[in-house]
């Protein structure tokens, strides 16, 4: 079945220093979805990229969609500490069927 | 805006035991998904319904079961508890179509001692 690979699974940064996960499917996507999920709370939808080599920013973050559009990233600019959390990757493929990768969890110290 | 209500936060349940989880949405949307959350496996799909009385297995199915009888309610059943059971259960709602985000109850944290 479709596979989608989430890495790292945890990145330790210093306030103001960048962040940038990756998120690769072993299928062709139709579109893929990013959610933030805040310690204790619940995912909650960021974006939707579904056209090839598609990037679209929200402030300090950057998402891109791959030209196959297998693999997509998120990179945050100048991280604060309000962006802890973890972040997830979600592909959905032809069938319709969504698939989360296995999140990165973001730690932020003052 | 959306919300999703999942009845209860917290649960500990005895091995054996028949355990429901509910979950409400007051928006009308036809598509409703049981997911169950562990570190570092992300969201798997457990099962969904894209209607009521219908319902469809997701990637790990085995051990639960679904109820479906209102199109705002969505029921999670364990048939009979078990250890590898503990997890945090997350419900979420979907308009129709490729295109819709997932909308995200709060969750369920369940431990079966």
């Known amino acids: 079945g479709q596979q989608v690979m989430q890495i790292p699974q945890y990145q330790h940064v210093q306030e103001g220093e960048d962040f940038t996960t990756y998120c690769n499917s072993s299928t062709t996507l139709s579109n893929i979805q990013w959610y933030k999920q805040r310690p204790g709370g619940h995912p909650v939808f960021l974006i939707q990229l579904v056209k090839s080599g598609e990037v679209k920013k929200q402030k300090r973050l950057t998402f891109q969609f791959g030209e196959a559009k297998k693999n997509s990233s998120l990179h945050i600019t100048a991280t604060q500490t309000t962006d802890v959390g973890t972040y997830f990757c979600?592909?959905?493929?032809?069938?319709?069927?969504?698939?989360f990768g296995g999140g990165t969890r973001l730690m932020v110290k003052p | 805006d959306v919300k999703v209500t999942q009845s209860s936060r917290y649960l500990v349940k005895r091995t054996g035991e028949k355990v429901f989880l509910e979950c409400v949405q007051d928006?009308?949307?036809?598509?409703m998904f049981w997911y169950r959350q562990d570190p570092g496996l992300g969201l798997r799909l457990i099962y969904f319904s894209y209607d009521v009385k219908m319902k469809e297995k997701g990637d790990i199915p085995e051990g639960y079961s679904v109820s479906r009888e209102k199109k705002e309610r969505f029921s999670l059943i364990l048939e009979s508890a078990s250890t590898n059971q503990t997890s945090m259960y997350l419900c979420a709602s979907s308009l129709p179509g490729g295109n819709s985000p997932l909308h995200f109850g709060n969750g369920t944290r369940l431990t079966v001692t």
């Open positions: 928006m009308d949307h036809e598509n």
């Open positions: 979600a592909g959905r493929n032809a069938g319709n069927m969504l698939t």
